[in-house]
């Protein structure tokens, strides 16, 4: 739990009140094996979830194919966010991809504190600008760089990630062969 409010504590002033508020209410705390699907396409995601440690990706099927396409190091904020944000079933699936522990609070949960503490909005906010401007920026990448940059935009990004996410899960949100990644990371 102390890793969550020193996380929250990086974007705003939590206020004494907030912070004992967030620690009293029935957060979740799980440890979760690696390959536990917490989400699936065609669920209404009930929850954002603080990575405290390990990985997660997105992913969905395409013609029967897994395809990745966010990847998620600890100490980040997850979910699905069309889903959670507009309150619609997922077209996605959330994983771990290691050993895992989450902090949870279910959106109701999240709405009641932005009501009574509305710097946590704030909060709310920048986290959303924040995984809006990573997922422009990629995306962008993702149709005008060579696979080369876009390998380098993502080491930028997140440089601990290539050591820790699965090869073939970087290869399929990179939109690259695994075998072109290979040889990237060869040179």
């Known amino acids: 739990m102390d890793e969550f409010i020193l996380y929250i504590q990086k974007y705003i002033n939590l206020s004494i009140e907030a912070e004992s508020e967030i620690r009293a209410l029935a957060l979740i705390n799980e440890s979760v094996s690696k390959g536990q699907v917490i989400l699936k396409e065609g669920e209404t995601c009930e929850r954002l979830y603080f990575l ?8 969905h099927y395409q013609k029967g194919k897994d395809i990745t396409y966010w990847i998620y190091p600890e100490n980040t904020m997850i979910t699905s966010w069309h889903s959670y944000i507009l309150r619609k079933p997922s077209s996605e699936y959330i994983e771990t991809t290691e050993e895992s522990i989450l902090i949870s609070m279910s959106y109701d949960q999240w709405q009641e504190l ?32 060579s696979a080369k940059e876009k390998y380098t935009l993502l080491t930028t990004a997140f440089p601990s990630i290539t050591q820790r996410a699965n090869l073939g899960h970087i290869a399929s949100m990179l939109g690259i062969s695994q075998e072109t990644l290979s040889r990237i990371r060869g040179k």
Do not use: C, N, S, V
Request: charged share 30%; hydrophobic share 40%.
């Open 114 to 145: 932005y009501l009574k503490y509305p710097i946590l909005e704030r909060f709310g906010r920048l986290i959303l600008e924040e995984q809006m401007a990573l997922i422009d920026d990629f995306f962008k990448g993702y149709y005008f760089l």
């Open 52 to 59: 405290q440690k390990g990985t997660a990706r997105t992913y």
